[in-house]
C-alpha cells in the first residue's frame, strides 16, 4: 500500500521511498524517511494534495509524491 492509498483519520507507518534522485530527496527533507509514522488528516475534495501529520509539524503532498511513499 501507498500513502496516497491511506485513508483519512488512519495512522500508517513508512517503510519504503521508490521515488529516484531529487524527488526521493526532496520527500526525505520534508522529513518522511523510513519507519516514521505519517497521520493522514485529509484530503483535497479532488484527491490532491493530501495533508498529513508528520513528525509534529502539517505537510501538504501531492498524490504523484505520495504514489512513491510505501506504508503498512
Avoid: F, H, W
Avoid at 4 to 28: D, N, Q, Y
Wanted: aromatic share 2%; proline share 4%; hydrophobic share 45%.
Amino acid at each position: 500500500m501507498n500513502l496516497k492509498e491511506a485513508k483519512v483519520g488512519s495512522t500508517v507507518k513508512v517503510v519504503k521511498l521508490t521515488g529516484e534522485g531529487p524527488v526521493k530527496r526532496r520527500i526525505m527533507d520534508m522529513g518522511i524517511t523510513k519507519g516514521v509514522e505519517v497521520y493522514v488528516r485529509k484530503v483535497a475534495p479532488l484527491g490532491d494534495p493530501i495533508e498529513v501529520n508528520v513528525r509534529g509539524y502539517e505537510l501538504s503532498v501531492r498524490k504523484a509524491d505520495a504514489a512513491m511513499i510505501e506504508v503498512v
